[in-house]
């Protein structure tokens, strides 16, 4: 019975070590994002504003297509069902 309990101290350390949630694994994990984050290459302002504004007028048109798709298929299922 003793040599179980050793092995299940050594099996039970082994698991702690591969375990991603030890401080020390998250603290390394952080320390990666934040040299990560380092590497990153922000847009400009103009070129954010000028991606922001294309969303912008896609959004429109493609919330404006779809309404009108849903209305005319609602009008037809509509007459079609009368």
Request: zero cysteines; hydrophobic letters at 45%; a positive charge.
């Amino acid at each position: 019975m003793g040599k179980k309990t050793k092995t299940n101290k050594k099996i039970q350390v082994e698991v702690e070590e591969k375990s991603n949630f030890s401080p020390a694994q998250i603290k390394k994990f952080f320390e990666e994002v934040k040299v990560e984050f380092t590497k990153i290459v922000w847009p400009d302002k103009k070129v954010t504003f000028g991606l922001t504004g294309i969303v912008i007028v896609f959004s429109i048109l493609a919330s404006a297509y779809l309404g009108s798709v849903d209305l005319l298929l609602g009008k037809l299922l509509d007459s079609f069902l009368r």
